[in-house]
């Protein structure tokens, strides 16, 4: 089995940053892509941003220009720095990893098992 545990978030203002940073108790070496995910309260999980093991990112056109995925492979870590937030943006954040499948979202075909997520929430 392979987890992952979120960190970092918390009660922000509108126009105020966080760094979410995700732990994976495997190597990062051994999947292709990780992402990060958001559940807004009471609507469904949407996916937020993902990064291929080559390094090549992409996010969801809300959050472009403000949000920043990235990964520490020396240390299985990946990150979300969010800045410039937005009421919008208050949801439980997730992380999971997974392996190429073209035609998924974000190519990618997630295998690891959801954590407990990490809560951002931005008052206006």
């Known amino acids: 089995e392979v987890h992952v545990v979120e960190s970092g978030g918390g009660s922000v203002q509108a126009g105020g940053s966080l760094r979410l940073s995700c732990a994976a108790s495997?190597?990062?070496?051994?999947?292709?892509?990780m992402a990060w995910f958001r559940q807004p309260p009471g609507k469904g999980r949407e996916g937020v941003g993902v990064?291929?093991?080559?390094?090549?990112?992409k996010v969801i056109d809300s959050v472009k220009g403000r949000f920043t995925i990235s990964q520490d492979k020396a240390k299985n870590n990946l990150y979300l720095q969010m800045n410039n937030l937005k009421p919008e943006d208050t949801a439980t954040y997730y992380c999971?990893?997974?392996?190429?499948?073209?035609?998924?979202?974000?190519?990618?075909?997630?295998?690891?098992?959801w954590g407990q997520g990490t809560q951002v929430t931005v008052s206006s």
């Open positions: 495997f190597s990062t070496d051994r999947v292709y892509c």
């Open positions: 999971a990893a997974g392996q190429k499948e073209d035609g998924a979202w974000g190519d990618c075909r997630f295998i690891t098992n």
């Open positions: 990064i291929d093991r080559h390094g090549a990112s």
